[in-house]
């Protein structure tokens, strides 16, 4: 669902194996295919966020950058 400017919400169901589907919407925004790796980053606070691979890069280096200030 578009909530605001190209910002987006789904919610999703965890199953007993702790398995979630990602919503096939958000599945094609994001170009995701079977077989495609995504990483998962979590904060205590903040919660947990889903990265596509070609974003991954760009997220890592902005988090280290900000974890050495």
Known sequence: MNVYRGKYAWM?????????????????LFNLQPGDEILVLGDEKKGLAVLPKDLQQDYIKRIFLDLEE
């Open 12 to 28: 999703v169901k965890i199953g007993e194996k702790g398995q979630f589907v990602i919503p096939k919407e958000a599945r094609e």
